[in-house]
């Protein structure tokens, strides 16, 4: 059994940054890709970031240059660092483990970017 949890989002200004983290537990393949999907009000789930355990990332275009992806040495936590924050921003960001095909989602953690 695999766990995500998520911690970081909160309300931010525009032009703000937030650091989302994502711990996961539990059995974790050596093998696998953790990524940041969001989901706005009224819109579908969208992919912002994924890296796996090769350093190999992808981004949304949207957020190229703005936020950028890591994992940490023993591969079980990622961070999605996110700067230069603007209100289309604004959604439920979730983590998301794909071990060979197999994904997880963490509970979601709302990130709100408003003067």
């Known amino acids: 059994q695999v766990q995500l949890v998520e911690s970081g989002g909160g309300l931010v200004q525009p032009g703000g940054s937030l650091r989302l983290s994502c711990a996961a537990s539990?059995?974790?393949?050596?093998?696998?890709?953790m990524g940041w999907y969001r989901q706005a009000p009224g819109k579908q789930r969208e992919l912002v970031a994924t890296?796996?355990?090769?350093?190999?990332?992808n981004y949304a275009d949207s957020v190229k240059g703005r936020f950028t992806i890591s994992r940490d040495n023993a591969k079980t936590t990622a961070y999605l660092q996110m700067n230069s924050l603007k209100p289309e921003d604004t959604a439920v960001y979730y983590c998301?483990?794909?071990?060979?095909?197999?994904?997880?989602w963490g509970q979601g953690t709302q990130v709100t970017v408003s003067s």
């Open positions: 539990g059995s974790i393949f050596n093998i696998n890709t």
């Open positions: 998301n483990l794909d071990i060979l095909g197999r994904i997880t």
């Open positions: 890296a796996d355990v090769f350093g190999n990332t």
